[in-house]
């Protein structure tokens, strides 16, 4: 696993379910901008960094510590999912709003429609009980009655209906397939787009705290294999070039280089070359001691020997440390955890 990559898809993740969050903070409490600002930032970093602590420490941490952490980090993301369904929301009321208005302007027409067709039913109706001479009285009552105004406005309310439907079915093509899913399953669009943002809200935040850990686990991975390459060059006794590849960078240079020099000087023993001191083949014995904080006892009973004075004159410098002793502790410090083998096939 790509450290780098989880780490962007976290931070990609982290970062909107964030930004949704604050925006939906600065909505709610509009007095304080900044404070808000700043205390919703803060709750998201801590959320993060309360998830990494947990997740590296979770033998070493107590009970009850456990549970508290897990109350706090529930809570906030409680917090963050309501911010992040308000924000969506928001965000697809402003999206549609000009589909709801041209919605809801068809709705009133069609109310004003029917009421000026029943009034010009009522006027029809009324004048029928007129005889038939009276044609003029006829034309007068439908004068004062307003009865033309009223035919010509219902066919202006045509017109505009006309306009504003086909205005209507341009603006719902452009709102995104939630209409079309609306129509397929035969719901309503607001209840489409209820459903539509739960699930986004579920997933949102438990896809952050997974990636969260995911990235707290490939940066440890990496720590580990960076660690078990220092190791390998100690215990394979040649930390430098083999097979025309490189060891990877330690950080610690200073230690790289008396790996290096011990390790060059082990190696002619190792030739059958004499060795110039007991100090020459026992600088390994110490970087390795220095490393891993082995003592006198602790390297006595890895190498095999019974006697922990004999290991404190290897330690002292006093005598040379046997070459099968050697062996044995580099074989130890093989199969340390989190330590793997550099060789000249990898």
């Known amino acids: 696993m790509n450290k780098f990559l989880v780490t962007a898809a976290m931070l990609l993740v982290f970062g909107t379910s964030a930004y949704m ?6 909505a709610v409490f509009t007095g304080a901008f900044i404070l808000v600002v700043c205390m919703g930032a803060g709750m998201e970093l801590g959320k993060v960094l309360t998830i990494v602590h947990l997740h590296r420490n979770w033998k070493r941490t107590r009970f009850f510590s456990k549970c508290f952490f897990i109350m706090v980090i529930g809570a906030l993301t409680l917090i963050t999912s309501a911010e992040i369904m308000g924000f969506l929301s928001q965000q697809h009321t402003d999206a549609t709003r000009d589909l709801m208005a041209t919605k809801s302007e068809l709705k009133s027409l069609d109310q004003e429609a029917g009421q000026l067709r029943f009034q010009i039913a009522v006027i029809d109706q009324t004048l029928e009980g007129l005889p038939a ?36 079915i341009t603006n719902q093509a452009y709102s995104g397939p939630i209409f079309a899913a609306s129509r397929i399953m035969n719901m309503d669009e607001q209840k489409t787009i209820s459903i539509f943002i739960l699930v986004l809200v579920f997933v949102l935040e438990p896809l952050s705290i997974g990636l969260t850990i995911a990235t707290s686990s490939a940066w440890q991975i990496g720590r580990a294999a960076k660690t078990g390459q220092k190791a390998a060059g100690i215990s394979a006794g040649i930390p430098a070039v083999s097979g025309g590849q490189k060891v990877a ?85 093989k199969n340390q955890p989190n330590i793997r083998m550099v060789s000249a096939g990898n």
């Not at 969050?21 to 600065?26: A, F, M, N, Q």
């Open 21 to 26: 969050s604050i925006y939906g903070l600065t």
């Open 133 to 168: 001479t009276f044609v003029t009285k006829r034309f007068r009552e439908r004068e004062a009655a307003g009865y033309t105004e009223k035919q010509n406005r219902v066919l202006e309310i045509s017109r505009k209906q006309s306009e504003l439907k086909t205005r209507y």
């Open 249 to 333: 960078k330690t950080g610690n240079r200073l230690l790289l280089y008396e790996i290096k020099k011990a390790a060059k000087k082990t190696a002619n023993i190792l030739a059958g070359k004499p060795a110039e001191t007991a100090k020459t083949i026992n600088h390994e014995l110490r970087v390795i001691c220095k490393r891993y904080n082995l003592d006198a006892k602790k390297v006595a009973g890895i190498t095999g020997r019974s006697k922990i004075k004999t290991v404190e004159s290897w330690m002292r410098n006093d005598v040379a440390i046997p070459i099968k002793a050697l062996r044995l502790l580099r074989n130890w410090v």
